[in-house]
């Protein structure tokens, strides 16, 4: 049975930090690509964080490029969301996906979300 668990998410004051966690079973985790999504009310999910699985590479969405850190853990099948200098624009429920193309299938898969709130 694929999972994919959040945690880590909760309320903290503008400039904070807080590390979100992404747990993973069910799949060979090292061979997907991990991403951080997150959706705000009233808008469109979007893609936040993306690390490979091949080197370990990542790509960051301009708004928390030189904010977010995200990492992989392949022997936890763990992925990490480091968030610093959090901002109330922030706030949203964040999402981690694990996605393949293997063998001409698209596997993908996708976690329940753990809310963010920046706030004072």
């Known amino acids: 049975q694929v999972q994919l668990v959040e945690s880590g998410g909760g309320l903290v004051q503008p400039g904070g930090s807080l590390r979100l966690s992404c747990a993973a079973s069910g799949f060979t985790f090292s061979s997907y690509v991990m991403r951080w999504y997150r959706q705000a009310p009233g808008k469109e999910r979007e893609l936040v964080a993306t690390i490979t699985s091949a080197d370990g590479s990542t790509n960051y969405a301009d708004s928390v490029k030189g904010r977010f850190t995200i990492s992989r853990d392949n022997a936890e099948n763990t992925v990490y969301l480091q968030m610093n200098s959090l901002k109330p624009e922030d706030t949203a429920m964040y999402y981690c996906?694990?996605?393949?193309?293997?063998?001409?299938?698209?596997?993908?898969?996708w976690g329940q979300g753990t809310q963010v709130t920046v706030s004072s």
């Open positions: 996906k694990a996605d393949r193309y293997y063998r001409g299938s698209y596997y993908v898969y």
